[in-house]
């Protein structure tokens, strides 16, 4: 291969890591919305803004494969006026826990 084949595909291979990382993300926040919400659900509490916020990423291995461990916040009201914060960590596309602040002191841990 020549070496002005190569830029193209250096860039095209960059761009296609990029578009796929990009696609890994928005999976990823959209499932940890659905666990959020659902834990929310199940305690008669009401998932604030229906979002989640990624907090931070670090690369893990689960099940002897390399994935990505993100952990999201969340706000949620358990009366409908007052507003507490949630934490849930994904390992690729599995939950592996989640926290919430109780209405009446203490965290409740899943």
Known sequence: MNAAMETPLTAILIL??????WLSAIRARDLA?????AFCRR????LLDQTVALSSMWPTRANDRLCWRRRYR???SPDGGARKS?????EGTRA???TAELPEGGTLVE
Not at 16 to 21: I, N, P, T
Not at 43 to 46: A, F, I, M, S
Not at 86 to 90: F, H, P, R, S, V
């Open 74 to 76: 969340f706000d949620f």
């Open 96 to 98: 592996v826990s989640i």
């Open 33 to 37: 919305r659905s666990v959020a919400a």
């Open 16 to 21: 296609a890591a990029a578009c796929l990382w």
């Open 86 to 90: 949630g934490e849930l960590t994904l």
């Open 43 to 46: 305690h008669g509490w009401q």
